[in-house]
């Protein structure tokens, strides 16, 4: 098991520009949830799957966002018409139900 | 709503030196709190998580403690040294998705 992966580590888009990230979580876990960090502050929920089904998303995770889980495995999140408020590391964590919630290396995206 | 604080924002110690680092959350209902250790640009790794019900976990030089009732964890720090300089983040798991609410952090470095 080589953990949960993500990909690409790093994004410079031009505003307006659409942007999408992938997640690999670990694969026995079935919840899957993106975070959102920007300097100097914790990560921030952004939205959650329990398998395949998207199950809760954050007040944060405008309409410019989506995420999808296709059969419960890899997730991708899209960002449309990006901002440079976008601007901000996105992480992806997997975990077995209640248990130990294991991170990626993230995705540095930067809106120039 | 949840939020979790983290005392203090900084700490420089010298190497050997044992530390402790303060988390305080303001809602008990909580299922487990877990530690993580965070490198400039990189992202999280997991140092230890404790369940709701019990009251502290150690790996090698770490001690995390858990006081549900009062919201408070602190991760204790044996020895320090410079490898450990990091940020130390506290996150609380709760509602029916175990989703987890982050402190801001504290930036830890360990002086040679």
């Known amino acids: 098991d080589t953990g949960v992966s993500q990909n690409p580590r790093h994004k410079i888009t031009k505003r307006g520009q659409n942007v999408t990230f992938r997640c690999d979580p670990i694969?026995?876990?079935?919840?899957l949830y993106w975070y959102r960090q920007t300097l100097g502050q914790g990560p921030e929920f952004l939205t959650y799957?329990?398998?395949?089904?998207?199950?809760?998303k954050s007040r944060l995770l405008s309409d410019r966002f989506s995420a999808e889980r296709p059969k419960g495995s890899f997730s991708t999140l899209e960002i449309q018409r990006t901002e440079q408020g976008d601007s901000a590391m996105y992480l992806c964590?997997?975990?077995?139900?209640?248990?130990?919630?294991?991170f990626g290396q993230g995705t540095r995206l930067t809106v120039v | 709503k949840q939020e979790v604080t983290q005392i203090p924002a900084a700490l420089s110690v010298p190497e050997g030196e044992n530390l402790v680092l303060n988390c305080s959350f303001t809602?008990?209902?909580?299922?487990?709190l877990q530690w993580f250790r965070q490198d400039p640009g990189k992202g999280l790794t997991s140092l230890l998580l404790?369940?709701?019900?019990?009251r502290e976990q150690t790996s090698g030089r770490l001690n995390a403690s858990l006081d549900k009732s009062s919201g408070r964890s602190t991760l204790y720090i044996a020895a320090s040294q410079p490898g450990d300089s990091a940020t130390y983040l506290c996150?609380?798991?709760?509602?029916?998705?175990?989703?987890?609410?982050f402190g801001k952090g504290t930036l830890l470095t360990v002086n040679p």
């Open positions: 996150a609380v798991g709760g509602g029916s998705n175990y989703k987890l609410t």
């Open positions: 404790i369940q709701s019900s019990q």
């Open positions: 799957f329990q398998n395949e089904a998207q199950l809760e």
């Open positions: 809602d008990s209902a909580i299922y487990n």
């Open positions: 694969s026995e876990h079935n919840r």
């Open positions: 964590a997997s975990s077995l139900g209640a248990l130990e919630a294991f």
